[in-house]
């Protein structure tokens, strides 16, 4: 079954430590994954794919197939990064996102 | 200007009615999405357009039918709403699967829909 699963709801840190947004996939095939974040009142935005490889904010996030991981971090966290932060996977077979449950970042001053 | 709008942005309605939100794009985009986001669910996708006429149902589509007779409009309906329904909808839009890859789904604001 495809699916995503990112296991913390909330996440809090202090400013200036470092981030890791967790994010687990299961897909059969060549999986796409992408990070996209809501900043308060604001759309949906996207933030990193996994295929350009490139750091966004400060953000990276490598994807891990053998642990079908494709975590987030950030090695000194902002208060402009609070946020909420979604985990996505394109499948193969039409053009569909498979999302994550979402994760609220808070970063405490 | 992100190219793509909804509206209402805000509707409260009573449970039975009908309702139906609209989502226009600007960009000539082929493929357009209805999404719901509930608190813990993420975004789950209600119906899917790729071309004018051409929808298909996605994982939450019960109670929910759309229609899409130009390239710039999508509408979702509800046929009948619930208290279940209440929730913030989203619309987006993709180019292409290979744009998609590269520029991901753009978003609009979203409805928040009440029913009570």
């Known amino acids: 079954a495809q699916r995503v699963t990112q296991p913390e709801k909330l996440l809090s840190v202090f400013k200036g430590a470092p981030v890791e947004l967790k994010c687990n996939y299961s897909?059969?095939?060549?999986?796409?994954l992408f990070w996209y974040v809501q900043y308060s009142r604001q759309r949906l935005q996207l933030l990193l794919r996994?295929?350009?490889?490139?750091s966004i904010k400060g953000f990276t996030a490598d994807l891990n197939k053998g642990e079908t991981s494709f975590h987030l971090k950030k090695p000194f966290a902002q208060e402009e990064d609070s946020a909420m932060y979604y985990c996505?996977?394109?499948?193969?077979?039409?053009?569909?996102?498979?999302w994550g449950a979402g994760t609220k970042l808070i970063i405490k001053p | 200007d992100a190219g793509i709008t909804q509206s209402p942005r805000h509707k409260v309605t009573e449970t039975g009615t009908p309702v139906t939100l609209r989502c226009h794009q600007t960009?000539?985009?082929?493929?357009m999405y209805w999404y719901r986001q509930d608190p813990g669910h993420g975004l789950r996708l209600i119906h899917y357009s790729y071309g004018v006429k051409d929808t298909d149902k996605g994982e939450v589509s019960d109670g929910y039918s759309v229609s899409r007779s130009k390239t710039e409009d999508f509408l979702l309906t509800l046929e009948s709403a619930t208290s279940s329904q209440t929730s913030v909808y989203f619309c987006a839009i993709s180019e292409s699967k290979l744009s998609h890859s590269y520029y991901g789904y753009t978003f609009g604001s979203g409805t928040r829909l009440t029913v009570v």
């Open positions: 996994h295929i350009s490889r490139e």
């Open positions: 996505a996977l394109k499948v193969d077979s039409n053009y569909q996102l498979i």
């Open positions: 897909y059969s095939g060549s999986p796409e």
């Open positions: 960009e000539n985009h082929r493929y």
